[in-house]
Nanobody, 124 residues
Framework: HVQLVESGGGLVQPGGSLRLSCAAS????????MAWFRQAPGKEREGVAA???????TYTYSVKDRFTISKDNVKNTLYLQMNSLKSEDTAMYFC???????????????????WGQGTQVTVS
């Protein structure tokens, strides 16, 4: 049974930082893509950052040079370091992972098989 559990969200002032974590269990974590998505009220779920089986990261344009995605294969944990936060970063943030046979990433939410419950990030 695959489980993804996010943590680290909260309320932060503009310009501040947060680090999100996603603990994965029941999952062959290092052969697939893992990603962070976010969804603000009234908006579609948006891909924020992803990291593939070779640890190659990709970012949506609005967070490049501010956010960093990484993963710790020993701890089976995915991270998202968020710096210089802006009000427009306010959203529920979700961790996602692809199923077997998908080592590469996509910005399409439908491409991902496993999802966490989300952690709220509020920048105000």
């Amino acid at each position: 049974h695959v489980q993804l559990v996010e943590s680290g969200g909260g309320l932060v002032q503009p310009g501040g930082s947060l680090r999100l974590s996603c603990a994965a269990s029941g999952y062959t974590y290092n052969r697939n893509c893992m990603a962070w998505f976010r969804q603000a009220p009234g908006k579609e779920r948006e891909g924020v950052a992803a990291i593939d089986h070779a640890r190659s990261p990709t970012y949506t344009y609005s967070v490049k040079d501010r956010f960093t995605i990484s993963k710790d294969n020993v701890k089976n944990t995915l991270y998202l370091q968020m710096n210089s936060l802006k009000s427009e970063d306010t959203a529920m943030y979700f961790c996602a992972a692809t199923g077997q046979g998908r080592p590469f990433c996509s910005s399409d939410a439908d491409y991902y098989l496993h999802w966490g419950q989300g952690t709220q990030v509020t920048v105000s």
